[in-house]
């Protein structure tokens, strides 16, 4: 361990408060002094990652105002020695192989936190990356572009767009969570529906169902 002599700070970005209480309880199993700090949306999420230095930050990709993946960047350009470890309710299969693109040092769903947290935490302040088995092959697949899903030709907004579609979202909804007018997200749909070859609803439900790319989040804040 290279910081285990001081005061380990996190920074714990979920807009849920009840899975930060629960990553709280979950960090006091580290074999070290932690100094804990909150951020419960992306706005707040960047205007602390920016202006102090933590260990590490654990953040969520669906929040409101700037969501995870655009927070993850920003936090990136302003500190981009920052470690991040993304901890999100999505399946790997969506944003996994796309935020340690953006610079995350690991991603982990909050269905595996209980068991897996603690050793991703002691791994990545390692300086090392944090991947499960399947993550690692997914990797190894994105490397080949032979092996490229459809969708990984798809932009990080497009690609968000698509999994809010295939989960049921209006364009009201999507815009009001993104923060962007209907008129852009209906473009960003018009985008998507040309390059994925779709020509309704149905078939990009159909395709998000293939690749497990739908997911409904159930947990109340």
Avoid: W
Avoid at 63 to 92: F, H, Q, T, W
Avoid at 131 to 139: F, P, T
């Amino acid at each position: 361990m290279t910081k285990d002599k001081k005061t380990l700070s996190i920074l714990i970005a979920d807009d849920h408060s009840v899975v930060r209480a629960g990553l709280k309880q979950i960090l006091n199993d580290l074999s070290r002094v932690i100094s804990i700090d909150e951020a419960k949306d992306g706005n707040e999420t960047v205007e602390k990652a920016c202006s102090r230095d933590y260990d590490i930050i654990i953040l969520d990709i669906a929040m409101p105002g700037i969501n995870g993946l655009d927070a993850l960047k920003e936090i990136k350009k302003c500190r981009p020695d920052s470690v991040v470890l993304v901890l999100s309710m999505y399946p790997e299969e969506q944003y996994a192989v796309r935020v340690l693109k953006a610079g995350a040092a690991g991603y982990l769903t909050k269905e595996s936190a209980p068991d897996e947290l603690i050793d991703a935490i002691e791994r990545v302040i390692e300086g090392k990356k944090y991947l499960s088995d399947s993550m690692a092959e997914r990797i190894l697949v994105e490397i080949d572009p032979s092996h490229k899903k459809p969708h990984y030709m798809l932009s990080d907004r497009e690609f968000q767009v698509l999994c809010m579609l295939a989960s049921g979202r209006t364009l009201s909804d999507i815009a009001e969570e993104l923060s962007l007018s209907v008129k852009t997200v209906s473009t960003y749909k018009s985008r998507i529906f040309e390059k994925m070859g779709f020509k309704n609803n149905a078939e990009l439900i159909k395709y998000a169902l293939k690749h497990n790319l739908i997911y409904i989040n159930s947990v109340d804040k």
